[in-house]
């Protein structure tokens, strides 16, 4: 069973910078597509940044410019920087595989934006 967990939520001033941290209970990433996702109340979850195992990086038209998705194959992490932030981009951000499994979805961390 492989445990997701995410950290380095938190509250931020509009314009600010936060980084999450995405850590698997034991080494997933080098075999699958890694995706950040979040969800804000109210809506769906979506996807905001993909990384492929050929060492692509997608991103959501909404983040492109501002976030820059990391993986660290050695110690079993993706990372999340997260730059401008903007109150829109209130919500609880998920690791997870792209596509996801359902098995995969941790707590997530929460993501504030406000002044």
């Known amino acids: 069973q492989v445990q997701l967990v995410e950290s380095g939520g938190g509250l931020v001033q509009p314009g600010g910078s936060l980084r999450l941290s995405c850590a698997a209970s034991?080494?997933?990433?080098?075999?699958?597509?890694m995706g950040w996702y979040r969800q804000a109340p109210g809506k769906e979850r979506e996807l905001v940044a993909r990384?492929?195992?050929?060492?692509?990086?997608i991103y959501a038209d909404s983040v492109k410019g501002r976030f820059t998705m990391s993986r660290d194959y050695a110690k079993n992490t993706v990372k999340l920087q997260m730059n401008s932030l903007k109150p829109e981009d209130t919500a609880v951000y998920y690791c997870?595989?792209?596509?996801?499994?359902?098995?995969?979805w941790g707590q997530g961390t929460q993501v504030t934006v406000s002044s």
């Open positions: 990384a492929t195992t050929i060492g692509y990086t």
């Open positions: 034991r080494s997933i990433f080098s075999i699958n597509d």
């Open positions: 997870n595989t792209y596509p996801p499994r359902a098995e995969y």
